[in-house]
């Protein structure tokens, strides 16, 4: 299964609509835009890389793999096998993500078994595993990583921020984002951060470096 289109994969189209908007604004339109091709089905992180990469004159096309993901705590060597097995499905170049996560408190709980935690734990939670603590610091340690067929490139940027004492924000987001707020937002929640409209989204990735700026810094330049 090599790329698949139907209605399961319809709202990340249609968000790539948007994106286009915001890049319309920040660089001017441009149907011939190169594209990269992003393994992903998140529409959060696609919306992340759409904003990013119009700043570089890209577009990020999603596409839907069916992708058998290693368990473990080595965050690198989970994204590099994801890479590997991306291209072997897709046959062209493609980028994939992962994050991991630490919470300070709980000796960087639950690390690069988030994803599945966010499918067991509601927002509340993980507030339950934080009560009675002091110390309310959390990590994200965001990776990415480029196959072209020859090569695995791996990309990785740290952001701290605090968990909340109540969820905020959309509840199309996942549960941790809910409430966590990431230290160069304001205060905000991931979640709130989502709700903001398009313009003001865009401007967020103006003023912070995020991963997606490293894997950029490199490509446009390779």
């Known amino acids: 299964m090599l790329l698949v289109i139907n209605s399961r994969t319809l709202p990340y189209f249609t968000?790539?609509?948007?994106?286009?908007?915001?890049?319309?604004?920040?660089?001017?339109?441009?149907?011939?835009?190169?594209?990269?091709?992003?393994?992903?089905?998140?529409?959060?992180?696609?919306?992340?890389?759409?904003?990013?990469?119009?700043?570089?004159?890209?577009d990020v096309e999603p596409v839907t793999l069916d992708i058998d993901e290693v368990q473990g705590e080595d965050a690198e060597y989970i994204i590099k096998d994801k890479a590997r097995r991306a291209y072997e499905l897709f046959g062209k170049p493609v980028v994939v993500s992962d994050d991991s996560w630490g919470i300070r408190a709980l000796r960087g709980f639950p690390g690069a078994y988030m994803k599945s935690m966010n499918h067991?734990?509601?927002?509340?939670?993980?507030?339950?595993?934080?009560?009675g603590r002091d110390d309310r610091r959390i990590t994200l340690y965001q990776y990415l990583a480029y196959n072209d067929g020859?090569?695995?490139?791996?990309?990785?940027?740290?952001?701290?921020?605090?968990?909340?004492?109540?969820?905020?924000?959309?509840?199309?987001?996942?549960?941790?984002?809910?409430?966590?707020?990431?230290?160069?937002?304001?205060?905000?929640?991931?979640?709130?951060?989502f709700e903001q409209d398009d313009h003001t989204f865009a401007d967020r990735?103006?003023?912070?470096?995020?991963?997606?700026?490293k894997l950029m810094d490199w490509y446009t330049k390779k």
């Open 120 to 131: 067991w734990f509601s927002s509340e939670d993980f507030l339950h595993l934080m009560n």
């Open 15 to 58: 968000l790539s609509i948007a994106a286009f908007d915001r890049a319309e604004t920040l660089i001017g339109y441009n149907q011939t835009m190169p594209t990269i091709y992003f393994a992903t089905t998140n529409p959060q992180k696609l919306q992340i890389g759409q904003a990013i990469c119009a700043q570089y004159g890209y």
């Open 150 to 193: 020859k090569n695995i490139e791996v990309f990785c940027n740290e952001i701290d921020g605090t968990i909340v004492d109540s969820p905020r924000g959309s509840s199309d987001v996942p549960p941790i984002s809910q409430i966590v707020a990431l230290d160069q937002d304001n205060g905000k929640t991931i979640g709130e951060v």
């Open 205 to 213: 990735y103006i003023t912070r470096r995020e991963v997606w700026h």
